[in-house]
Structure formats: structure tokens, C-alpha cells
């Protein structure tokens, strides 16, 4: 049990994970978690929220909330966030805070990756590829499934080769078929798995590390950062050594903690936002809609609770976003009592 502290909470909600991070004032993590977000981003958080509850002591006190990762709005506005920040500067605010002499960060979660360059502890570039599945975590979850052996010892068993085999890595079905053709002629599976880990390194810098100016000290970041034979590969390639941080798997959330702690303080005279551990047992609804009031056929996304619209975002306009706090009853007004095609 945690106890009698104050802390600083961090939340990434991304695609397949939602990470929490529960930071001291003296940057000390005390807890940090990782669930499979599992396409119901909201229960997740909900989840995540009631397992801290239940690692907290009473007097405990959660004083400035951060939110980052694709749904950091839905996160934000479920938890009633201090500051909200996209991925690029969770992560670099993250791996500067860790060392401050960062200069590249390779990060492959599940879905997507990205690259971060920083001079300075500032963002200088970045580039992300959320289109090929080559090369992301999920891709090697499933050639595991495929070989039939623990995602947990693909790296291991990758550092065990002779001689890595040559795997066309530039699409995931290319892969595959390529993977199973090595196999068919003979090659052992270490072989293989280190002959993919070398193609989707290739992958990587030749898609999201094209003509970026890579320079240690380098973190490699990121649920992929577990696989040893990934990190071997990009050290390789490289040329020069690859640096694991303690918290690779949630360096988002951890980040988004750091700029809660930025944004609050220990101020006395700034309050959290925060809803309060309570809201593990909120219900909370969650709609959309098409706006017809202009051409643009605005996406609207609204989170109610009891009624009341707690956030809208989509329109470009303002109309919906700005009726926030209002119930949308029958006794409604403004913009809420206009009819949605109007």
C-alpha cells in the first residue's frame, strides 16, 4: 500500500494500451500500470483507476492529472485533466527528464511508431507511421502466435542465432509469406526470428527514420522495446549503443505526469481538476453524430454524465464544443435546443 503522499497522475490511452503513471514530487514512480485497452477506451480508464484506488492509502492525494496517447481528450475529460499533451511531447518530456543528453528516441508501441529528434531537450523533428503494420508490435505478436511461442521469448531467442536470414520486411504479408519459405527450406527458428527483427529495424529507418539525423544518446521506447533481439537489431544498424529506460512501456504516461507536475506544482494556491477516485463507479455515456449545419458534416463526439454534457469535440465551428455543462434535456437552451440537422 502506498501511503500518506501526494502524487502526480499520468494517463495514455492509446489504440491497444492505456498506461497509468502515479509520479512523487521527488519523480520517484510508485506505481505504474499497463492494460489492454481493447477498443473501450472509457471502461479501461475506468479500470485503471479503481486498481490505483485500491493501492492507495486513505490519505493519499492525487494533486495534478496529465493526459496524452490518441484519446487523451476522452482521457481528459473523464478524469478532469490538469494538461493536455499529443505524444511527440509526452514522450520527449519523459525521455529528457530520465537524461537530459537525449537526442533520438525510437518508439514502436503496438499500432503505430514514431521517431523523435531533440537537441537541447527541445523537439527539433519527429515523424510517425501509423500505416504499416510491419513495423509494429502487433505484427511480431502475431508471428509469435504463428511459430506458436511466447511474444516474451522472441528476443531471447533471436539473440541465440548463427546466421540471420534475410526477410523481406517492407510489408507484414511479404514478411509472412517470406518467413515461412526460410522455414520450409531449413533455417532454425533463431535464425528467422533474428532475420525478422533485422527486417523490421530496416523497416523503421528507411519509413519513419528516413533522412532524420540520428545521434546518441539514443532511448528506444515503447512496449517493442522488451524484445532484445529489436534492440541488438538497432544497435546493428546503428552503430552505436541503444539505451532501454526503466519505464520504456509507459514513457507516454510518465511524461504525461512530468507536465502535470510542470503544470500544477506544489502551489498551494492551484487546484487539481481532478475528479476524484470516485469516478471508477461514474457512468458515463459517450455519442456521436453528424452535424447538417454546413457543408462540412462536422463528426460531433459528446461524453455525458447524468445528462450533462461533460465535453463535444469534432466541429470546426465551435457550435457543439461550446455547449459544454448543460444538461440537453427538454429544458434546454443556446445551442443545445437547436435540433442536430439544424
Same mark, same amino acid.
Given at each position: 500500500?502506498?501511503?500518506?503522499?501526494? @502524487?502526480?497522475?499520468?494517463?495514455?490511452?492509446?489504440?491497444?494500451?492505456?498506461?497509468?503513471?502515479?509520479?512523487?514530487?521527488?519523480?520517484? *514512480?510508485?506505481?505504474?500500470?499497463?492494460?489492454?485497452?481493447?477498443? !473501450?477506451?472509457?471502461?479501461? =480508464?475506468?479500470?485503471?483507476?479503481?486498481?490505483? !484506488?485500491?493501492?492507495?492509502?486513505?490519505?493519499?492525494?492525487?494533486?495534478? *492529472?496529465?493526459?496524452?496517447?490518441? /484519446?487523451?481528450?476522452? /482521457?481528459?475529460?473523464?478524469?478532469?485533466? %490538469? *494538461?493536455? $499533451?499529443?505524444?511527440?511531447?509526452?514522450?520527449?518530456?519523459?525521455?529528457?527528464?530520465?537524461?537530459?543528453?537525449?537526442?533520438?528516441?525510437?518508439?514502436? &508501441?503496438?499500432?503505430?511508431?514514431?521517431? =523523435? =529528434? +531533440?537537441?537541447?531537450?527541445?523537439?527539433?523533428?519527429?515523424?510517425?507511421?501509423?500505416?504499416?503494420?510491419?513495423?509494429?508490435?502487433?505484427? +511480431? %505478436?502475431?508471428?509469435?502466435?504463428?511459430?506458436?511461442? #511466447?511474444?516474451?521469448?522472441?528476443? #531471447?531467442?533471436?539473440?541465440?542465432?548463427?546466421?540471420? *536470414?534475410?526477410?523481406?520486411?517492407?510489408?507484414?504479408?511479404?514478411?509472412?509469406? %517470406?518467413?515461412?519459405?526460410?522455414?520450409?527450406?531449413?533455417?532454425? +527458428?533463431? %535464425?528467422?526470428?533474428?532475420?525478422?527483427?533485422?527486417?523490421?529495424?530496416?523497416? @523503421?529507418?528507411?519509413?519513419? &527514420?528516413?533522412?532524420?539525423?540520428?545521434?546518441?544518446?539514443?532511448?528506444?521506447?515503447?512496449?517493442?522495446?522488451?524484445? #532484445?533481439?529489436?534492440?541488438?537489431?538497432?544497435?546493428?544498424?546503428?552503430?552505436?549503443?541503444?539505451?532501454? #529506460?526503466?519505464? @520504456?512501456?509507459?514513457?507516454?504516461?510518465?511524461?504525461?505526469? @512530468?507536465?502535470?507536475?510542470?503544470?500544477?506544482?506544489?502551489?498551494?494556491?492551484?487546484?487539481?481538476?481532478? !475528479?476524484?477516485?470516485?469516478?471508477?463507479?461514474?457512468?458515463?455515456?459517450?455519442?456521436?453524430?453528424?452535424?447538417?449545419?454546413?457543408?462540412?458534416?462536422?463528426?460531433?463526439?459528446?461524453? $455525458?454524465?447524468?445528462?450533462?454534457?461533460?465535453?463535444?469535440?469534432?466541429?470546426?465551428?465551435?457550435?457543439?464544443?461550446?455547449?459544454?455543462?448543460?444538461?440537453?434535456?427538454?429544458?434546454?437552451?443556446?445551442?443545445?435546443?437547436?435540433? !442536430?440537422?439544424?
Amino acid at each position: 500500500m502506498l501511503g500518506d503522499d501526494k @502524487y502526480f497522475l499520468g494517463v495514455d490511452v492509446g489504440s491497444v494500451s492505456t498506461n497509468i503513471v502515479l509520479l512523487q514530487p521527488d519523480n520517484t *514512480v510508485k506505481e505504474a500500470l499497463y492494460l489492454r485497452t481493447q477498443g !473501450r477506451p472509457m471502461q479501461t =480508464i475506468q479500470e485503471g483507476i479503481k486498481q490505483l !484506488r485500491t493501492k492507495m492509502g486513505n490519505s493519499d492525494e492525487i494533486i495534478g *492529472v496529465g493526459t496524452t496517447g490518441s /484519446a487523451r481528450q476522452l /482521457a481528459a475529460t473523464l478524469l478532469g485533466a %490538469d *494538461v493536455v $499533451k499529443n505524444e511527440i511531447t509526452a514522450h520527449a518530456v519523459a525521455a529528457s527528464r530520465v537524461n537530459p543528453e537525449v537526442q533520438t528516441i525510437l518508439e514502436i &508501441g503496438g499500432q503505430d511508431s514514431k521517431i =523523435i =529528434i +531533440l537537441r537541447d531537450g527541445v523537439v527539433s523533428d519527429f515523424a510517425m507511421n501509423t500505416v504499416c503494420a510491419a513495423g509494429t508490435g502487433s505484427f +511480431l %505478436d502475431q508471428q509469435a502466435a504463428r511459430l506458436g511461442i #511466447p511474444i516474451e521469448e522472441f528476443g #531471447p531467442l533471436a539473440l541465440q542465432a548463427k546466421h540471420p *536470414v534475410q526477410i523481406a520486411g517492407r510489408c507484414s504479408v511479404f514478411a509472412e509469406s %517470406d518467413m515461412i519459405h526460410k522455414q520450409q527450406l531449413g533455417h532454425s +527458428l533463431s %535464425d528467422i526470428l533474428a532475420g525478422l527483427c533485422q527486417a523490421m529495424v530496416r523497416n @523503421y529507418l528507411n519509413n519513419v &527514420g528516413k533522412n532524420k539525423d540520428i545521434r546518441g544518446p539514443i532511448f528506444f521506447q515503447g512496449g517493442v522495446a522488451a524484445n #532484445p533481439g529489436i534492440c541488438k537489431a538497432f544497435e546493428m544498424e546503428l552503430g552505436q549503443p541503444v539505451i532501454v #529506460p526503466e519505464h @520504456y512501456g509507459v514513457m507516454g504516461a510518465l511524461g504525461a505526469a @512530468y507536465l502535470a507536475q510542470e503544470k500544477v506544482g506544489m502551489r498551494s494556491e492551484t487546484s487539481t481538476r481532478f !475528479r476524484g477516485l470516485h469516478l471508477a463507479e461514474t457512468q458515463f455515456q459517450a455519442n456521436s453524430f453528424e452535424c447538417s449545419g454546413c457543408a462540412n458534416r462536422c463528426e460531433i463526439v459528446e461524453i $455525458k454524465q447524468d445528462g450533462i454534457n461533460l465535453a463535444r469535440w469534432g466541429d470546426r465551428c465551435g457550435k457543439w464544443s461550446a455547449t459544454v455543462g448543460v444538461s440537453d434535456g427538454m429544458g434546454v437552451t443556446g445551442h443545445q435546443g437547436e435540433q !442536430r440537422g439544424a
